[in-house]
C-alpha cells in the first residue's frame, strides 16, 4: 500500500480491460462498448466514488488515421456513468475537449487537440488518466472514423482505482 502513500486503493475490473481493435466504423461513435464492472452495479461504484476523496481510470487510444474529432463532430468519445457524452480524453480538463497533448502542447500536430487528429498515416497514441469522480467510471466507449482500409485503431481502459475518504 506505497503508490497512494500509505491509503488503500480499491480497485475495480471490468471486461474491457484488454487492448481491443477498433476497425471498420466510419460513422461518429459508430463503434460501441458497454464496460461491464465484476461485482458492482454502476450505483454501487457511484456510491464507491461518493465515498472516496480520489478516483481514476486510465484511458488509452492507439490511431492510425483514425481522428476524434473531424471538424466540429467528434469521432470518439467516452460515455460517464451517468450517461453524459465526454468530449474530452485522459490527461485532460473536462471542459478542454482535448487530450493531455492539447493541454501541455506536446501533440503531434500543434494544431490539433489531440495526437490522433493528426491523421498523418503514423501510428499515434492519446492516453491518460480520467480523474473527475462525479463522472466515473466510464460507462461505454464509442469511436469512429476506421472504416478506411489505412484506418485502424485499439482502445485500452484500465480498472477503476479509488482511495481516501471524502
Known sequence: MTNKNGVGVTVISHDSESRTIVDGYEDHGSYSRDIDYTGASLSQLASLTNVSSHCEQFIKYECRNAVFWYEADPDGWWVSRD???????GGASPESGKCACGMNNTCANPNKGCNCDSNDDVWREDSGLLTDKTKLPVKQ????????SDEK???TLGKLNCYGTA
Open 153 to 155: 485503431a485499439y482502445h
Open 83 to 89: 450517461s453524459t457524452k465526454m468530449t474530452y480524453w
Open 141 to 148: 466507449l464509442r469511436f469512429g472514423d476506421t472504416g478506411g
